[in-house]
Nanobody, 125 residues
Framework: VQLVESGGGAVQAGGSLRLSCAAS????????MAWFRQAPGKEREGVAG???????SYTDDVKGRFTISQDNAKKTVYLQMNNLQPEDTAMYYC????????????????????WGQGTQVTVSS
């Protein structure tokens, strides 16, 4: 299984970016995917998660600004990020698990078997 992220970059506060995560050789019919981020000196944290049946979760900091979605045919998960703020600056990682995560487990690193290499998002004020 390979996860490849793209779409990161540098924007000014208030700007938008859309991250993509393409999953190859990922043939599980039941799965969960998520976006995490890690800022310098901080722990990796869950940003948004999506389950194969469409259930979506967000961390409070991004609710109303970020939207996670998926294209099953393309095996791709997206993260639309609007109204970006300097505190959103981080390396963003895609993660996948071959099962349906429930409750708060979507935001736990140990829930995921597969990780991408990350894409950098930098927001300037």
């Amino acid at each position: 299984v390979q996860l490849v992220e793209s779409g990161g970059g540098a924007v000014q506060a208030g700007g938008s970016l859309r991250l993509s995560c393409a999953a190859s050789q990922f043939t599980y019919s039941r799965y969960s995917m998520a976006w995490f981020r890690q800022a310098p000196g901080k722990e990796r944290e869950g940003v948004a998660g999506i389950v194969f049946d469409g259930r979506i979760s967000y961390t409070d900091d991004v609710k109303g600004r970020f939207t996670i979605s998926q294209d099953n045919a393309k095996k791709t998960v997206y993260l639309q990020m609007n109204n970006l703020q300097p505190e959103d600056t981080a390396m963003y990682y895609c993660a996948a698990a071959p099962l349906r995560l429930s409750g708060s487990t979507w935001s736990q690193l140990r829930s995921y078997n597969y990780w991408g290499q990350g894409t950098q998002v930098t927001v300037s004020s």
